[in-house]
């Protein structure tokens, strides 16, 4: 029961970015390759996220629509074991619960497609029929329409903006094989392209963290036993850019550790002056036995089993790059 409230108690929609980030997840879910975003006003008027994926059939189109209808869930220990991946079985639950929501699909195997609507906690889920190619379209309008108190707290579209660019840069940094373009009113903002080489790779890497970060990023690539740290660190002497990137992944999901933020901060220390940036995309992984996430799934916690081993790893590597670097 504890564990159902925990899930039931996540707050999945606390922004438009909080939805972006759940529909993203989703259409990733699906074996999206190509994911669209398009955003009108910050997202307080509309988030459509429309992908190429496996897409829903006609006959559970309505009960993807409703609460712990993951189809990811099988039994107690598979919750266990989703939670802790921020699968939680109600997201477009929660979303259509304070917007007008579409869904509609067609999967391979299906002739026609199918849209699912409805409007606020009413949950009449209405199906017609409609023209869509492979994938999934989620459209969500007048987010919180029916909640003004969270309404109210939406901040001005421009900010509202920027954290959904934010996620989006998050996700396009764990997921290189997948095309990502995000519009916001109309306009094309980010394009990125899929990667499948180093050379794409670091055209990604560039046009997320710029130029500064990117052209001259020292690459990473350490393992010790069942432990691998890859990825990229701007060399010490690196201008400041417009974007912050300070990025890293345990097994392939973005994570604000302490323990693995003072492995970074002490391989600098020292060598990294006030004025420049500390700067990285780091990817690192491990036996997923040897770590525990947060069954909050925003809160980006992780917990290692051998939590000094793995501090030493990171900052070995690091260090040893750096190093490097200056010999
Ligand atoms: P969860 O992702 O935790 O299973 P959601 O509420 O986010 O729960 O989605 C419910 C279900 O709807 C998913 O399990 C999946 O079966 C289906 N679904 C949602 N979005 C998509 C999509 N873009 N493509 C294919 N299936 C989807
Ligand atoms: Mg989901």
């Given at each position: 029961a504890i564990l159902a409230n925990q899930i039931a108690a996540g707050e999945v929609v606390e922004r438009p970015a909080s939805v972006v980030k759940e529909l993203v997840e989703n259409s990733l879910d699906s074996g999206a390759s190509l994911i669209e975003i398009e955003i009108e006003k910050g997202g307080h008027k509309q988030i459509l996220v429309r992908d190429n994926g496996n897409g829903i059939p006609q006959q559970e189109l309505a009960l993807a629509l409703s609460r712990h209808a993951t189809s990811k869930i099988s039994s107690l220990d598979d919750l266990e074991h989703i939670v802790s991946l921020g699968f939680r079985g109600e997201a477009l639950a929660s979303?259509?619960?304070?917007?007008?929501?579409?869904?509609?699909?067609?999967?391979?195997?299906?002739?026609?497609?199918?849209?699912?609507?409805?409007?606020?906690?009413?949950?009449?889920?209405?199906?017609?029929?409609?023209?869509?190619?492979?994938?999934?379209?989620?459209?969500?309008?007048?987010?919180?329409?029916?909640?003004?108190?969270?309404?109210?707290?939406?901040?001005?579209?421009?900010?509202?903006?920027?954290?959904?660019?934010?996620?989006?840069?998050?996700?396009?940094?764990?997921?290189?094989?997948?095309?990502?373009?995000?519009?916001?009113?109309?306009?094309?903002?980010?394009?990125?392209?899929?990667?499948?080489?180093?050379?794409?790779?670091?055209?990604?890497?560039?046009?997320?963290?710029?130029?500064?970060?990117?052209?001259?990023?020292?690459?990473?690539?350490?393992?010790?036993?069942?432990?691998?740290?890859?990825?990229?660190?701007?060399?010490?002497?690196?201008?400041?850019?417009?974007?912050?990137?300070?990025?890293?992944?345990?097994?392939?999901?973005?994570?604000?550790?302490?323990?693995?933020?003072?492995?970074?901060?002490?391989?600098?220390?020292?060598v990294i002056a006030p004025e420049h940036q500390l700067a990285y995309v780091l990817y690192f992984s491990l036996d997923t036995a040897q770590v525990d996430v947060n069954v909050h799934p925003a809160k980006h916690e992780v917990r290692f089993h051998q939590s000094r081993l793995v501090h030493d790893f990171v900052y070995r590597a690091l260090s040893d790059a750096i190093n490097q670097y200056f010999s």
């Open positions: 979303i259509s619960s304070v917007s007008r929501l579409s869904l509609s699909s067609k999967p391979a195997e299906q002739n026609e497609a199918w849209q699912a609507h409805s409007e606020g906690r009413d949950m009449q889920v209405q199906l017609t029929p409609i023209a869509h190619p492979k994938g999934t379209s989620v459209d969500v309008t007048d987010l919180f329409f029916n909640t003004p108190a969270r309404r109210k707290f939406l901040k001005a579209e421009k900010t509202e903006f920027s954290h959904i660019d934010e996620i989006i840069r998050r996700i396009a940094l764990s997921r290189f094989d997948v095309a990502f373009s995000l519009k916001h009113n109309g306009k094309l903002l980010r394009k990125y392209p899929a990667a499948d080489n180093s050379v794409s790779k670091h055209k990604r890497l560039i046009s997320i963290c710029g130029k500064e970060f990117g052209e001259q990023a020292i690459e990473l690539n350490s393992q010790y036993q069942d432990f691998s740290l890859q990825g990229w660190l701007a060399p010490p002497n690196t201008a400041k850019p417009q974007v912050d990137c300070q990025y890293f992944y345990v097994n392939g999901r973005m994570m604000r550790d302490k323990l693995l933020n003072h492995a970074v901060r002490q391989a600098l220390e020292g």
